[in-house]
């Protein structure tokens, strides 16, 4: 409460005159908007008797204006009524008011005002006035409305969010985030992004230098949720930097990509399987051995190669019919898979061929494996169309040599147990080298 008429609060005597004068000056100059009215509190309640120039400045109203008019003149339809009530009952019971709301200028436009109002009371105590310092809050309110928009736009979006300080712990996530790991964002605040990643650092995306040096990149290791199931993102990454450039938060925006990578699994892996056995087909087949090619020496000396083909299969054909040639064909199929390691690649190369790929093998070893498969066949009575018999030729890669022409030593071999009476297997005669 402000008490003009004591020298108290001073420390020191003045005299009225140069205080009235020295107050007068500091109201005229203040920055803030100082309106001061009477006590009335009857009819429209207190008149204006005093307003500086910044209140003239921000309401648009000249001081002849103000003079005897209820400050009410500013109040228009979006002035918050609760605020104006309270602020009554301040003024009547003469206690301090604070308080914000919208006001109207003397053109009718809008504007956010923050004020105070206290009461100014005489000597015996009887609040003769009332001041108010008025700050037009505008640009300021229209600065928080748009930062709690995008906070909200951020926190809102479908997409996950998360920003880390520099020391790469995480200051805020949003509910995309929330909703795809699981994690409420008190669960995760301080902590650094890789708990995400599981207890397996070698399963990890690369460290937070690298993937800035790759904005966008996408996770092919998993992440893993609240509840221990795996997730795939594509994430893209940022870095916020201040004034003067220094980077002080990553913030990174990431799109689960599980259902995509799922599907791009099953459609590659549709794409390298043979429809009817469910073995690798042909093209995939091609697409491994060229991998052989691209290897240095020694690493692909160890290979070798089985080309096998069913004997007479024409002749099931037309005993028993396509369908269940088929049937014999996948039959064949599941044993060559049963008897393959699981190092070793079972390929349908054509109609009733196959080829098995076979690495780390000496031609020893590969021809008794293939000795093994032959029996196999031998033994398997099948029980619509009988015993199927198989032929079979071995090659083993040699040093320089390439798969095209380990293959048609192979297929050489083979050609020769079809000559040699079928169901037998030939190893590959070396190639004549010049
Ligand atoms: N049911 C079925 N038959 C196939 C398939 N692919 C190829 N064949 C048949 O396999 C037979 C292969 O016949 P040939 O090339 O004469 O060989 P073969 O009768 O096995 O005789 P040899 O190889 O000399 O022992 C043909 O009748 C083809 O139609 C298939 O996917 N399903």
């Known amino acids: 409460m402000t008490d003009l008429n004591s020298n108290a609060h001073l ?13 007068q000056v500091a109201l005229d100059q203040s920055y803030n908007s100082v309106v001061i009215t009477d006590a009335n509190t009857k009819g ?11 209140f003239e400045k921000m309401t648009g109203y000249t001081l002849c204006e103000l003079i005897g008019k209820s400050p009410k003149i500013l109040q228009g339809p979006l002035t918050d009524q609760r605020v104006i009530e309270e602020m009554r009952l301040c003024i009547q019971s003469g206690t301090f008011f604070e308080g914000s709301a919208i006001n109207y200028n003397k053109n009718g436009a809008p504007y956010n005002v923050e004020w105070s109002i206290s009461p100014i009371k005489d000597q015996s105590g009887v609040i003769q006035n009332f001041i108010s310092v008025q700050r037009n809050v505008t640009t300021l309110i229209a600065v928080q409305q748009k930062r709690s928009l995008l906070a909200k736009a951020l926190n809102d979006t479908p997409d996950c969010v998360m920003i880390t300080d520099i ?4 200051i805020f ?32 995306p690369d460290n937070i230098e690298s993937r800035l040096s790759n904005l966008h990149f ?26 003067a450039g220094k980077v002080t938060h990553y913030v990174s925006f990431s799109k689960d990509s599980t259902d995509r990578l799922k599907q791009e699994l099953e459609l590659k892996d549709m794409a390298s399987t043979d429809a009817l056995t ?41 005993t028993f019919g396509h369908v269940i040639g088929d049937q014999a064909l996948k039959s064949c199929s599941q044993l060559l898979k049963s008897e393959a390691r699981a190092t070793d690649s079972v390929i349908r190369w054509g109609g009733e061929e196959f ?64 000559l040699e009476g079928r169901n037998c297997v030939k190893c590959a005669k070396q190639p004549i080298l010049f």
């Open 11 to 23: 420390g020191l005597a003045m005299p009225v005159e140069t205080k009235t004068l020295l107050f």
């Open 44 to 54: 429209d309640g207190p008149r204006i008797i005093y307003a500086n120039p910044s």
């Open 167 to 170: 020391q790469n712990r995480i």
């Open 173 to 204: 996530v949003n509910i995309g985030f929330e909703q795809l790991t699981g994690y409420k964002q008190d669960e995760v605040l301080g902590k650094e992004p890789s708990f995400l990643w599981g207890s397996k650092p070698e399963t990890a």
């Open 218 to 243: 996408q996770s092919h290791a998993p992440n893993l949720r609240k509840d221990g199931s795996k997730f795939h993102v594509d994430q893209s990454m940022a870095n916020i930097q201040d004034d």
């Open 278 to 318: 469910g073995l690798l087909n042909r093209r995939a087949g091609e697409q491994l051995l060229k991998q052989y090619d691209d290897m240095t020496q020694p690493a692909n000396n160890m290979l070798c190669l089985i080309m096998l083909d069913i004997d007479n299969f024409k002749k099931i054909n037309d």
């Open 355 to 418: 080829l098995i790929v076979v690495s780390n093998s000496t031609l020893k070893a590969t021809l008794n494996f293939a000795e093994r498969i032959r029996k196999s066949f031998e033994l398997n009575n099948e029980s619509t169309v009988g015993f199927v018999t198989a032929s079979f030729g071995v090659a083993q890669m040699l040093t320089g040599e390439s798969t095209a022409s380990l293959l048609n030593r192979a297929d050489k071999a083979l050609y020769k147990a079809k």
